[in-house]
């Protein structure tokens, strides 16, 4: 490959990281605030504890958009590196990118494995799937058990088809980065620099693949829950767009003259 198809790439890669970084970022933080508010809106959510660990991997992945995806489209979208301009911003980076990462795929492995327990036929491994596993307040201690069956069975339903499209979904985006980065290794002998630029343009390519994990939970509810495009529409307009109208009415009433 000659070097003006080394920099043609290069240009073209550069494009992808701001154009796609952007859109995904601005989808991402979209849909997980989307997500935290039908979550937390609804008792049947905040009542189950493999919600528990989706909300929580939500906040969280708002939290790596804008420290993990914002800051590498900056710096190779921009040539902008704000780590060079402040010590402490590179090392918080370095650190809380890692932590991001981990929380992030813990939440959803204990996600996967609370709704494994949700749906076996074994009520000694069901009694673990609980908010009592999920978090240890006194407040919540006590609701393990009341909800209706029927609620129950259909929330199970639902929580279990979208954590095990979650799961494949993960592996798919996941594993292009992965790929570049044992091919990486396996060439980090290579001498030719234009092989060495066009593998860090290949690897920049993997990590916008990567950052859809973290920007399409949102939507795979959207796009394999029917239950959870009616609970987005109740708790948008039912819930939060009544009460939004009946405030926006009663500021609106004029007092009566005494």
């Given at each position: 490959?000659?070097?003006f198809?080394?920099?043609?790439?290069?240009?073209?890669?550069?494009?992808?990281?701001?154009?796609?970084?952007f859109?995904?970022?601005?989808?991402?933080?979209?849909g997980c605030?989307?997500?935290?508010?039908?979550?937390?809106?609804?008792?049947?959510?905040?009542?189950?504890?493999c919600?528990?660990?989706?909300?929580?991997?939500?906040?969280?992945?708002?939290f790596?958009?804008?420290?993990?995806?914002?800051?590498?489209?900056?710096?190779?979208?921009?040539?902008?590196?704000?780590?060079?301009?402040?010590?402490?911003?590179?090392?918080?980076?370095?650190?809380?990118?890692?932590?991001?990462?981990?929380t992030?795929?813990?939440?959803?492995?204990?996600?996967?494995?609370?709704?494994?327990?949700?749906?076996?036929?074994?009520?000694?491994?069901?009694?673990?799937?609980?908010?009592?596993?999920?978090?240890?307040?006194?407040?919540?201690?006590?609701?393990?058990?009341r909800?209706?069956?029927?609620?129950?069975?259909?929330?199970?339903?639902?929580?279990?088809?979208?954590?095990?499209?979650?799961?494949f979904?993960?592996?798919?985006v996941?594993?292009?980065?992965?790929?570049?980065?044992i091919?990486?290794?396996?060439?980090?002998?290579?001498?030719?620099?234009?092989?060495?630029?066009?593998?860090n343009?290949?690897?920049?390519?993997?990590?916008?693949?990567?950052?859809?994990?973290?920007?399409?939970?949102?939507?795979?509810?959207?796009?394999?829950?029917k239950?959870?495009?009616?609970?987005?529409?109740?708790?948008?307009?039912?819930?939060?767009f009544?009460?939004?109208?009946?405030?926006?009415?009663?500021?609106?009433?004029?007092?009566?003259?005494i």
């Open positions: 490959m000659s070097n198809d080394v920099s043609l790439l290069g240009l073209a890669t550069q494009q992808v990281v701001i154009y796609v970084g859109f995904l970022f601005i989808a991402g933080l979209i605030t989307l997500t935290l508010i039908v979550f937390v809106s609804l008792r049947t959510f905040r009542e189950s504890s919600a528990f660990y989706l909300i929580a991997m939500s906040i969280v992945n708002i790596h958009l804008f420290t993990g995806l914002l800051t590498f489209i900056m710096i190779n979208g921009f040539a902008i590196n704000w780590s060079d301009t402040s010590l402490f911003y590179c090392k918080f980076r370095s650190f809380y990118v890692q932590l991001c990462i981990l992030s795929f813990t939440c959803m492995s204990l996600a996967a494995i609370d709704q494994f327990l949700a749906t076996c036929s074994q009520p000694r491994w069901q009694q673990w799937c609980n908010l009592k596993s999920a978090r240890s307040y006194r407040n919540v201690q006590q609701i393990a058990y909800t209706v069956p029927l609620v129950r069975r259909e929330l199970d339903k639902q929580l279990t088809v979208i954590v095990l499209v979650h799961v979904y993960d592996v798919i996941v594993m292009p980065s992965i790929i570049v980065s091919f990486t290794i396996i060439s980090i002998t290579a001498t030719n620099q234009n092989i060495a630029t066009l593998l343009y290949i690897r920049n390519l993997a990590i916008i693949i990567y950052y859809f994990r973290y920007a399409g939970s949102f939507y795979i509810y959207v796009c394999v829950s239950r959870f495009r009616q609970q987005l529409f109740y708790v948008l307009f039912k819930i939060h009544n009460q939004f109208c009946h405030r926006r009415a009663n500021n609106n009433q004029v007092e009566p003259q």
